[in-house]
């Protein structure tokens, strides 16, 4: 897939992600920056900036991003408290956060008008031909997402500030923002609360480094200077895009498995099962989340973003939008439905239980996928051969 293509594929999703910047080699960097002189095509083709192609300009479009808008709605002080502490957020910041959860959950609304007859027959049930879900996040000191009155999602918001942790922690595995601002590659944080002072420090970083023109950037790459400005803003706007990705995923997972529990009609059962039924709440559960995979994953192989294994596999970080990978790996802990919540009772599986399960409904759809692709190439070699057999036998 071309690098515009895997920019514009993020972008056609639920226009959640800001920034897109596939990972190249310096080496490669430095070889398209020298060939500026000759062309600044060349630089678009290779999709190497993300709106504009000097630091100066990816400096500003990553001081725009979601990203660094959410850290002020996060952690509006700008600063990490005692370990272990969440900032106290209030009412505008929770409000931001409602209105940004609502625009996610709308998008994925209109995924299930699309996805409905292939969500109609892996549950062998007819669904409603819409969902009409409202997100409200909500000050209750548990940790809880769930289908409200009137399929309201109700969400805490120690769990949505969860989700943002999780972003860091999960981002950071794939590049630390301290081995890119102050060259150092073994200094990926071990904690959460490493990994959160890290990104705060970024994001200070990033905010006082000097941009440079194109002019600028071209004497530094001429240089030979690996520390200019130009690289430096490449590398961040890498760990940046990471962060996002791993943002938005559990998220989407998260509303689309209170969304599956509308589309198969689970308000009223839940509500009425006794709390000692433990093998109905956990079908509900169960079927919730393939409801969640399922969708996302539809989603993603509509778009072209899925990966197929094999070579290149998932090359832009794409599978990280279905998000229950991040979400029952860390948010599960992060937001304490370990501790309490779904893991206080018998009315969930384990979360390694639902990541299994997930996973093979995941690799489901990319077997589809792959099975429908192969056959589309091979009926068009077919048809090819057959057109080119066809020309040969003519009389010239």
Known sequence: MACRAAVATIQA??????????????????????????????????????????SGEMKQSMVRSFLFQSADVFYPGGVLGEPGTLPTLGRAQIGEIQTSFESISQTLQAEHKTSKAALEQLFRRSLPNEIKTRVAIVNTGTPIARIGAQGNIDVDAKVAQALFRTALVAGLRKGSFMSVTRGRSDSTPKTETESIAEFLKFKHDVESAQGKSMVGDMVSALRDDENGSWFKMVDLAEVSRNVELHYFGPIRFMLAHEMGHVALGHYDRLRTTADNDCAALKAMETEADAYATMLLSLQLARGGAMSFGGFGGDMFGFDALTGYEDFFKLTYEMAGFERAGVAADCSHPPAA???????KIHEGVQQGVNEAMNAAVDRAYREAAASAAASASRPR
Do not use: D, N, Y
């Open 13 to 54: 999703l639920p226009g959640e992600v800001t920034m897109a910047l596939p990972h190249t080699p310096r080496l490669h960097i430095r070889k398209l920056m020298l060939a500026l002189a000759a062309g600044a095509a060349l630089l678009a083709s290779a999709c190497i900036s993300v709106e504009g192609q000097s």
């Open 353 to 359: 239980e639902r990541l299994a399960s997930a996973r």
